[in-house]
């Protein structure tokens, strides 16, 4: 019998706090917050506004994201966490709280940088609107510090149904802080 996706969310949330809880090295855990801005094509490019001028931006802001996350890692080379956060979209009037499951990859490219790839996968509810529910997920690539701050690009997937479409997409630019 296969278990469903939340209890297995559960467990595995267990697990990382359990793990965390009693390692006695304080570099095997993580905290990570990141703050990113969602990007949507502008639908007005090419125009001339009324001052004359020609619209040239490709994308706009469509909102604000911040998520928290803490985890386990290895090495500072692989990690993995449990994630929550706040995606507020304008253009959609949608506030959405993902809750996932983040796997970090993070090889040394040069001897103070490493490369970020992130891998999210979990549930998301839309604030506000019922029980509308649906699954998350996520790929975000970036470039890590010695200060261990990354910049990075993330596209996120909300499979909620909102208005006609079934499911949701955004581009992001932020900032990651990690704490060991």
Known sequence: MKAPNNLRISILFVFLITCCTFSQNDNRTYIQFDV?????????????????????????PDGLSSKIGFGLLYKQWIALGIHSGIDWKWYDKLVIVPVYI??????????????????GSGKAIALGRGALTGGYNKISLGVQTA???????ELNQFKIPFGNL??????SLGLSLITF
Do not use: C, H, M, V
């Open 166 to 171: 079934k499911e949701n997409e955004s581009i």
């Open 36 to 60: 990113a801005i969602p990007l949507k094509g502008n639908p007005d490019r090419g125009e001339i506004d009324p001052n004359g001028k020609t619209n040239k931006s490709w994308f706009l």
């Open 147 to 153: 200060d261990n701050l990354i910049i990075f690009i």
């Open 102 to 119: 983040n796997l970090k990859l993070s090889p040394k490219i040069g001897d103070n940088t490493r490369l970020a790839l992130q891998l």
